[in-house]
């Protein structure tokens, strides 16, 4: 049996966090969590609930674990309030994550990473 590597702690992004980060290079949020096989649909459809047709992209791990899914939201620049559109989605899922939500932001590097 092979052992995973140890997870990090990742503080949430709060408004504070958020203002002191350039204003200049809008964040990207990216948020992982799993989710129990038996809710998966139900955690779905309080996604597609909570993120309103903003665009947040919702993605699964192709771990094949038949138990646990690990899924990742992401939250680009092009959304105006990511930390609050991200804890919006995060009440709605408080019931289907198991354990916490892992929490990251960043930014581009200026000149780099930009899309073209």
Known sequence: ????????????????????????????????YKVHADQLAAAQAAFEQAREGRPVRLLQR???????STWMEIYGPGLPDAVAT??????????????????????????LGEAR
């Open 1 to 32: 049996m092979t052992s995973s590597p140890p997870t990090r702690t990742v503080h949430p992004v709060d408004r504070s966090t958020a203002a002191a980060i350039d204003t200049a290079a809008p964040i990207e949020l990216y948020v992982y």
């Open 62 to 68: 192709q771990d094949h674990d038949p138990v646990f």
């Open 86 to 111: 991200e804890q919006t989605i995060a009440a709605a899922l408080r019931d289907f994550a198991q354990g916490p939500r892992h929490r990251e932001a960043f930014t581009a590097v200026a000149g």
